[in-house]
């Protein structure tokens, strides 16, 4: 009989916080690395308000420390790709023999990244569509989807098919009642996931607008999709993945019909903290520039949101006279 899996979520936010929650409900063995929340969680557990249903897990096992963890067979990263550089340091400690990295992350080319820091195991990365915001100590807000697409990573970019792996950690994510969806290519899920998140993310920002806002303007729609257009261009020149063509109106029909959603990127930016634009916006372009591709509509938001990231974090510098 198989063992129950032994999960580490490394980061406890709006998506750690809730996918986590959601895996301890249905009965996994989940225990959370947190930092800021540490004590709160430790004394009060973790609340979820879910358009699925609210629900409260009065006891978590919480760490603030990976060395004080034990060792499990999945590990959740769902840190902010700003914080990547930590996982050197995060990963080794907590990951068993044996175990899957679950890269739980926004952008493109993490993955290469992981594999090296765990050498020799399995990274998987858990690509999510979710509307869920972190409210307060241990307080998570789920607001809309909630569905996961897994794909395993391959060193030289090929589809690595449907693994053993992601059958097995699909199977807990189906047992907390979460959609799932188990894809052979993960190059072409990254680029589809940008399809989303390049516009709505960095416009949200700039525009200072939410995902609704965005879609009612005509002309902030029409740009929206010209950009979703440019990321289809630059999916296809850098990686050769063909998107679909129905692909953008299809991104688009699902993000008129969803609740008003302020972007994750927003809300780092709204609370100045880093934001993600070299996962999202950086690596994409460099991806497009190096295969003779220019996409300037993407490039125009990166150089935007540099400024934006660096001024809003008080690392600007006054030139001197």
């Known amino acids: 009989m ?18 986590g929650a959601r895996l301890q409900r249905a009965g996994a063995d ?18 979820v308000d879910s358009k699925d249903g609210d629900f409260a897990l009065t006891e978590v096992q919480a760490y603030r420390d990976v060395h004080e963890m034990p060792r499990c067979d999945v590990v959740a990263v769902a840190l902010k790709a700003t ?11 907590v990951l068993a023999d044996g175990g899957v990295v679950l890269l739980m992350q926004n952008g ?7 594999a090296r820091i765990v050498s020799g195991h399995t990274v998987v990365a858990g690509l999510c569509f979710v509307c869920s915001n972190k409210v307060g100590p241990g307080h ?24 053993n792996a992601m059958h097995d950690v699909a199977r807990d994510f189906v047992a907390a009642n979460l959609q799932v969806e188990l894809v052979e290519d993960l190059v072409l899920a990254r680029w589809q996931k940008l399809v989303w998140n390049v ?34 261009a630059g999916a296809r020149a850098s990686s050769g993945r063909h998107l679909d063509s129905s692909f953008v109106q299809k991104m688009l029909g699902m993000t008129l019909a ?7 990127m927003k809300i780092d930016f709204d609370e100045h903290r880093p934001m993600e634009v070299e996962a999202i916006y950086g690596n994409p372009v460099r991806a497009a520039r190096n295969a003779g591709a220019a996409m300037p509509l993407v490039e125009t938001l990166y150089r935007q949101l540099k400024f934006l990231d660096t001024r809003n974090l008080g690392l600007g510098r006054t030139p001197s006279r």
């Open 2 to 19: 198989e063992h129950a899996r032994r999960y580490a979520i490394l980061g406890t936010g709006a998506l750690g916080g809730f996918y």
């Open 30 to 47: 989940v225990h959370f690395l947190i930092h800021t929340d540490f004590e709160h969680v430790h004394q009060h557990g973790l609340v």
């Open 83 to 93: 914080q990547n550089y930590l996982l050197p340091s995060l990963l080794p400690p």
């Open 108 to 114: 493109l080319g993490a993955e290469e990244d992981v």
């Open 140 to 163: 998570i807000r789920h607001l809309d989807y909630g569905a996961v697409c897994f794909a395993q990573y391959r060193a030289d970019g090929a589809p690595a098919g449907v693994t």
């Open 199 to 232: 516009p709505m993310s960095g416009l949200s920002v700039v525009l200072n607008a939410d995902t609704r806002a965005l879609m009612a303007d005509a002309h902030t729609r029409a740009l929206v999709e010209d950009i979703m257009d440019e990321v289809v």
């Open 258 to 264: 969803m609740a008003p959603y302020r972007a994750s």
